[in-house]
């Protein structure tokens, strides 16, 4: 199963794009901090790019920006390419299924946070109280739960993120 879950903050606005054939897209970083500390003593941060599809796009690219606390859940997805210079380039991100807004730094206290799947919005407030540590989280290893081809393109979803539920 191929399945990832990752809360953490946009490095940037996210940008929005429209394919040739209107489908909107949206590309954003998160910015996730490491559940241990390094040699220093401080937490490192992993830097993973993230796209999502149609409205969850829209919503995405309207309600978040810079700094933004999100949860993002969705797959893995790995393709290959050839770069200008003529070079093969591999590029793995997340296609967010799923964009839950934690905490944005804009108007934080006059705005509620809210979650999108759809057009629909729920308020969230504040993240639950297992985020918010002074003492790292110490996961008992690492799960590879997916087997990614190197040769896979990334494409929009299947119907699943434009049927209504």
Known sequence: MNTVNLVGRLTRDPELFYTKDGISLCKFTLAVQRSF??????FDADFIPCVAWRRQAETTAEYCHKGALVSVNGRVVTSSFETRDGQ?????????ER??????????TETPAAETE???HEVI????PEM????PVYSSGASSNSSVSSSSSISEPSGSSTSGS
């Open 99 to 108: 964009v839950r807004f934690l905490i944005t730094n804009k108007a934080e």
């Open 132 to 135: 918010v540590r002074e003492e």
């Open 37 to 42: 500390r390094n040699n220093n003593g401080t």
């Open 88 to 96: 093969r380039a591999t590029q793995t991100q997340i296609v967010a």
């Open 125 to 128: 407030g504040a993240p639950p």
């Open 118 to 120: 759809g057009a629909e």
